[in-house]
Every structure is written in C-alpha cells, then in structure tokens.
C-alpha cells in the first residue's frame, strides 16, 4: 500500500508520461496511460484495503475483512477523513459480534470522522442504538434510532428497525 500522497505523486508523473506520448504522436498509448494515472486517483479517494475488506464483509468473511484490513498499519496517516471513518466502521461492525464495548468505540469514532454514505451512517447509529439497548441506556438508543431512520431514506434497513422497537417495549 502506497502513502496517500505518494499515490497523488504517482498520478502526476504518469500524467507527464501521458503528456509526452501525446506530444510524440502516440495518442493510444498516451489515453492509456491517462487511464492508468486515473486508477491512482481513484484509490486516493477510495482505499484500495477497504474496498477488498467491504468486499469479503459482503460475503460475511470476517477472517477475510479482518485479513484486508490488517494490511492498514497507520490509519491516522495512510487514510484520508472519511476513509479512517470507513476503516473504523469496519472493525465497529466485525466487533458488534463479540465486544460490543470495543465495538461501540470504533462505531463513534466512525460516526464522529463522518461516513460517505446516508445508508451506511444509518447503519453505524443503528448498531450504536441496539449497543446502547444492551447496556439499557433506552433513552440514548430511541434517540439514535430516530436519527438512523431518518438517514435511511429508501427504507433498507425498516426491519431491523422495527425488530429494535419490540426489543425496546421489553425493557
């Protein structure tokens, strides 16, 4: 794994590269080489780790997840803000199934760095609620509920929602 600014130096060098195969007449191999430089960019934006983590954790891999990302020695320097709230995510969710103290950090850490996505926001206060529910801390999961609801605008995660509130009318 490259520095995230070293991946930016990259992009820019082959760049040049691309200028001065359009200047040498090789307009095929300049565009791609353009391309290449672009693959660079976009795991400026997009942590190459995290994209496989997000990948092995879509087949409910937690050994492949926690694999990906272990490859991520320094968060804090070799990730931008949001990717560092997506790593944090990662390991909040692989925890929620065996510490959910451990995991609570990481999902704040997650929530308070930000998170791209409304859906995945939306995930990370659910999973915060149904930790404050464990612990009977009712009041502070009804009001991450609220707020997980409303960042789930297309409804994806109604159910989980609802099986909360009859595990909430228990307590």
Not at 5 to 19: F, M, P
Not at 28 to 44: Q, R
Not at 50 to 61: D, E, G, M, P, T
Not at 131 to 138: D, E, L, P
Request: charged share 20%; glycine share 6%; net charge positive.
């Amino acid at each position: 794994m490259f520095h995230k600014n070293i991946k930016l130096v990259i992009a820019v060098l082959i760049t040049a590269w691309s200028v001065y195969q359009f200047s040498q007449g090789n307009i095929m191999n300049g565009i791609s080489i353009l391309l290449l430089a672009g693959i660079f960019v976009l795991f400026y934006f997009k942590n190459e780790f995290i994209l496989l983590a997000f990948l092995q954790l879509r087949k409910q891999n937690f050994e492949g997840t926690k694999k990906w990302l272990s490859y991520i020695k320094n968060p804090e320097a070799a990730l931008t803000i949001k990717q560092q709230g997506y790593f944090n995510y990662l390991h909040g969710i692989m925890l929620s199934q065996t510490n959910i103290t451990q995991a609570e950090k990481f999902l704040r850490k997650a929530v308070k760095l930000g998170l791209a996505m409304d859906h995945d926001l939306a995930m990370a206060k659910l999973q915060l609620a149904g930790i404050a529910m464990t612990k009977r801390r009712k009041r502070e999961a009804t009001n991450l509920m609220a707020e997980a609801k409303k960042l789930d605008k297309h409804g994806m995660l109604k159910e989980q929602m609802q099986m909360m509130k009859q595990q909430m009318k228990k307590i």
